[in-house]
T-cell receptor
Framework: GQQLNQSPQSMFIQEGEDVSMNCTSSSIFNTWLWYKQDPGEGPVLLIALYKAGELTSNGRLTAQFGITRKDSFLNISASIPSDVGIYFC???????????FGTGTSLTVIP | DAGVTQSPTHLIKTRGQQVTLRCSPKSGHDTVSWYQQALGQGPQFIFQ???????QRGNFPDRFSGHQFPNYSSELNVNALLLGDSALYLCASSLGWGEDIQYFGAGTRLSVL
């Protein structure tokens, strides 16, 4: 099945630093979502985006729906240790009516 | 408000065996999707059930089958297990078919020896 390309694959940052990650697809999506997954848990929804160009925030997290509808970006400001985990993007197409997930970005925050 | 619950949490099987995984959706949700997540990968869509019927299917062989019950709970069955079926199996529920917001359970870790 199709998987979206996420970059970077992993990040090691100091506590307090800002983080940026992105996700690209060869297909157009109607909705972009960002999830965080902790070890041994299922993904937890962070942000949902519905319109090209849309910029949405959830606390220290900000995500954008790319203009081309083929990409999305997630930024985390002032990282803290509990931000550690794997972040996944997901695209949803109304025509296909299914979700496609990215390959994940593993974030490590060094206190 | 109970979230998505899955059982069992862990399972060990041998090649050729059959396995059944179970999922109860979030309260009020009527649509259940199943995903396979191999180690180090993102979730891959297996299929989705709505109104007790399979509505959408990903690129998985017929060895993977499912069922949805009138109370919206669901089962995932895998026959003739292969070593490559070892993965975390995630269930997600949503309110209505075509809904773009899903909530995930903690998953069932299946190991095939």
């Amino acid at each position: 099945g199709q998987q979206l390309n996420q970059s970077p694959q992993s990040m090691f940052i100091q506590e307090g630093e800002d983080v940026s990650m992105n996700c690209t697809s060869s297909s157009i999506f109607n909705t972009w979502l960002w999830y965080k997954q902790d070890p041994g848990e299922g993904p937890v929804l962070l942000i949902a985006l519905y319109k090209a160009g849309e910029l949405t925030s959830n606390g220290r997290l900000t995500a954008q729906f790319g203009i081309t509808r083929k990409d999305s970006f997630l930024n985390i400001s002032a990282s803290i240790p509990s931000d550690v985990g794997i972040y996944f993007c997901a695209g949803f197409s109304n025509t296909g009516n299914q979700f496609y997930f990215g390959t994940g970005t593993s974030l490590t925050v060094i206190p | 408000d109970a979230g998505v619950t899955q059982s069992p949490t862990h399972l060990i099987k041998t090649r050729g065996q059959q396995v059944t995984l179970r999922c109860s959706p979030k309260s009020g949700h009527d649509t259940v999707s199943w995903y396979q997540q191999a180690l180090g990968q993102g979730p891959q869509f297996i299929f989705q059930y709505y109104e007790e019927e399979e509505r959408q299917r990903g690129n998985f062989p017929d060895r993977f089958s499912g069922h949805q019950f009138p109370n919206y709970s669901s089962e995932l069955n895998v026959n003739a297990l292969l070593l490559g079926d070892s993965a975390l199996y995630l269930c997600a529920s949503s309110l209505g078919w075509g809904e773009d917001i899903q909530y995930f359970g903690a998953g069932t870790r299946l190991s095939v020896l």
